[in-house]
């Protein structure tokens, strides 16, 4: 596709004076020559003169000739600009324009009109020739049926209008973060809180289950007759010390499994396995065989589990303290103790051993059966 330049200086073509020559406006037309049928094909008129708005300018409607149609909606376009190197104006209409047959058309001739004083000048432009041209088909090919609708999943739907709004999605999401970050900000001045509180260290296991032994003595649940609670706490507490810090899964397990689990764990300290065993075991009669013990063997289970607690917190840190001594560039100095774990504990109660913790199960079910039928007589229907 080319374009073709006609130009005229209408003071030498038309004018029979000489001095409209140098003032004489510059007329040319410029339009596509070649295209496809259908195509939209540019036709510019423009004039340069010191007053291009006197110019009038050949107003074209609906097409340019019988072959050669204007398309309207983008017709008649005007643009007025200033050229600096001959210090003149230019105004330039522009129009498109296309046919809908192959062949080769004449466009036609442009007329201008300028007025000069009492007088008025035309000036006309060359004809010209402009060709369009058919795509070429396939004759020979079969026919083939128009294709399909086809559905678009949510997934391109979204890919296109994220890419189509992109800017318009990322400012919404900026100012809903914004919104967010000022209504945090607002509760935490309001409930005058740190913004970013410290997280808190991690408890160890074997401090967070000799704290709860200390609240547990402190609710002195035993002591106000809570006595199936206070074996129920002291036993869950136990459980979950096994489960975080020996991975034995006791809070699922019976006394049994249980049973099993502590002998595989301490193969080398048996009695502390048989010791736990008995504390579960005295906590099972309290809650189904309703037995009460006495407070002399509350203490007792008591003591056993946190003896037990105790043994284990020094174990873990004399094998801390060996691991620092082995790497004392790798010590955290940030794991001293507490002043919760500084604080001084009472030495563990020794427990009884005639206590319920310390007996044979054998023992503590043939005084249950004693106690039993000790019941029936007292009930048993006397004669009269």
């Not at 913004?195 to 000799?210: C, E, G, H, S, T």
């Amino acid at each position: 596709m080319r374009k073709i330049f006609i130009c005229l200086l209408g003071g030498l073509l038309t004018s029979p004076m000489a001095s409209l020559a140098q003032t004489g406006p510059r007329i040319w037309v410029e339009y596509d020559t070649s295209g496809m049928i259908g195509d939209a094909m540019n036709l510019r008129l423009r004039c340069e003169s010191p007053n291009p708005e006197n110019v009038n300018f050949p107003l074209l409607q609906e097409q340019l000739s019988t072959d050669l149609l204007l398309i309207p909606t983008d017709s008649l376009k005007v643009d007025t600009s200033f050229n600096t190197e001959s210090g003149l104006k230019a105004k330039t209409v522009s129009y498109l324009f296309s046919s809908y047959q192959e062949g080769l058309y004449t466009m036609p001739s442009f007329c201008f009109e300028y007025p000069a004083g009492d007088s008025t000048f035309t000036y006309c432009t060359d004809t010209g020739h402009v060709r369009f041209y058919a795509p070429e088909v396939d004759t020979t090919a079969a026919i083939k049926d128009i294709a399909p609708a086809f559905s678009v999943s949510n997934k391109e739907l979204i890919k296109e209008y994220w890419a189509k709004y992109d800017i318009f999605l990322w400012i919404a999401l900026a100012a809903a973060l914004l919104c967010g970050a000022i209504v945090f900000i607002y509760k935490k001045w309001k409930r005058k809180e740190p913004l970013f509180a410290q997280k808190k260290p991690a408890v160890p296991p074997v401090i967070r289950a000799l704290e709860s032994l200390n609240r547990l003595k402190e609710r002195e649940l035993w002591q106000n007759n809570l006595i199936k609670d206070y074996y129920t706490e002291l036993t869950d507490i136990l459980r979950l010390y096994l489960s975080e810090a020996m991975d034995i899964p006791a809070v699922e397990m019976t006394n049994e499994e249980l049973r099993l689990a502590l002998k595989k764990h301490f193969p080398a300290k048996s009695q502390d396995a048989r010791n736990l065993i008995e504390v579960l075991d005295t906590a099972t009669l309290v809650k189904f065989a309703k037995v009460l013990p006495g407070a002399t063997e509350h203490e007792n289970c008591y003591a056993v589990v946190k003896g037990f607690l105790e043994a284990q917190k020094k174990e873990q840190e004399e094998a801390k303290a060996a691991e620092n001594a082995k790497n004392p560039d790798n010590a955290d100095t940030s794991t001293e103790s507490s002043p919760k774990e500084q604080k001084s504990e009472p030495d563990p109660i020794e427990p009884h051993l005639d206590s319920p913790c310390t007996q044979t199960n054998d023992n503590v079910l043939t005084r249950n059966k004693v106690a039993s039928e000790s019941k029936e007589e007292k009930e048993a229907p006397t004669g009269n």
